[in-house]
């Protein structure tokens, strides 16, 4: 469990997820910003599941969208790799990740 001083920062967004998210209406945006807000807090809690083969890698729903990031425990960092609709981010390459 985390302390309230150990919380986790987002070092890194993929340009993609950051362009995706953009490009989303305004209060679409500020519900995906408030999801990722929490994900700072504790990115193991709400609707996070790890992906099945990825040791570090998971997926956040939040409504019909899917956010897939990596955590580094060392650093307390996340980096957000993927973000899309439910069932386009299924057609996407998670293997590379």
């Known amino acids: ?3 309230p001083g150990e919380s986790w ?3 890194k967004i993929a340009n993609e997820a950051r362009r995706a998210i953009e490009s989303l209406d305004l209060d679409t945006q500020e519900r995906i910003l408030a999801a990722l807000e ?15 083969g990825k040791r ?12 897939y990031f990596r955590t580094i425990t060392a650093s307390r960092s996340i980096e957000i790799l ?3 609709h439910r069932g386009a981010i299924k057609d996407k390459n998670v293997q590379r990740l």
Do not use: A, E, W
């Open 1 to 3: 469990m985390t302390s």
């Open 82 to 84: 993927l973000f899309d």
């Open 56 to 67: 570090d890698i998971y997926r956040l729903r939040s409504g019909r969208f899917r956010v």
């Open 9 to 11: 920062h987002i070092s």
């Open 38 to 52: 929490i994900l700072q807090t504790d990115p193991f809690s709400g609707d996070v599941k790890r992906i099945k």
